[in-house]
T-cell receptor
Framework: GQQLNQSPQSMFIQEGEDVSMNCTSS?????WLWYKQDPGEGPVLLIA?????ELTSNGRLTAQFGITRKDSFLNISASIPSDVGIYFC???????????FGQGTRLTINP | DADVTQTPRNRITKTGKRIMLECSQT?????MYWYRQDPGLGLRLIYY???????NKGEISDGYSVSRQAQAKFSLSLESAIPNQTALYFC?????????????????FGPGTRLTVL
């Protein structure tokens, strides 16, 4: 099946640091979504992107739809303990009606 | 109240048993999905349904079946459970979208069912 390559797979940072993660593919997407999953819970939608080059913020989170339409980035500024969790990207390929998910980035924060 | 609920939240069963996982939603969405999550593999689509009369296989449908009993209900069955079906299972819903809108891409997940097959 279609693969989204999400990196890094895991991150260990200090509280207050900024975080960056990304998803890339060899195919073109017309939608990118970013989700966060807390332990024991289902993924929660953070940001949705629908246009190449689009930059959207949600509090301390900022995501961008890559200009080539093959990638997307998520940044978290000034991390806090509640940012801990697994972050997933998801994309919809052009012409498809389903989402493809990345493998996730596990974020751990040292206080 | 949660918009997407799943029952049970945890289930331990034995190889060969038939089990059913249930999903209900109050979001009024037409589209419903079942995913499986394994460590390091992200979310993989098992089955999806765009309305009550529509059922489609996802990328890993073998060993599973589904039933869309109503707009609000979508159940997943394992006819004869095997140990490699041990995983987290998530139900999700999305809107059908309107002309010019892409909101149908935004899927909303339930809290998950942790299934262990011994």
């Amino acid at each position: 099946g279609q693969q989204l390559n999400q990196s890094p797979q895991s991150m260990f940072i200090q509280e207050g640091e900024d975080v960056s993660m990304n998803c890339t593919s060899s195919s073109i997407f017309n939608t990118w979504l970013w989700y966060k999953q807390d332990p024991g819970e289902g993924p929660v939608l953070l940001i949705a992107l629908y246009k190449a080059g689009e930059l959207t913020s949600n509090g301390r989170l900022t995501a961008q739809f890559g200009i080539t339409r093959k990638d997307s980035f998520l940044n978290i500024s000034a991390s806090i303990p509640s940012d801990v969790g697994i972050y997933f990207c998801a994309g919809q390929l052009v012409g498809a009606q389903k989402l493809v998910f990345g493998q996730g980035t596990r974020l751990t924060i040292n206080p | 109240d949660a918009d997407v609920t799943q029952t049970p939240r945890n289930r331990i069963t034995k190889t060969g048993k038939r089990i059913m996982l249930e999903c209900s939603q109050t979001k009024g969405h037409d589209r419903m999905y079942w995913y499986r999550q394994d460590p390091g593999l992200g979310l993989r689509l098992i089955y999806y349904s765009f309305d009550v009369k529509d059922i489609n296989k996802g990328e890993i449908s073998d060993g599973y079946s589904v039933s869309r009993q109503a707009q609000a209900k979508f159940s997943l069955s394992l006819e004869s459970a095997i140990p490699n079906q041990t995983a987290l299972y998530f139900c999700a819903t999305s809107d059908h979208g309107t002309s010019g809108s892409r909101s149908y891409n935004e899927q909303f997940f339930g809290p998950g069912t942790r299934l262990t097959v011994l």
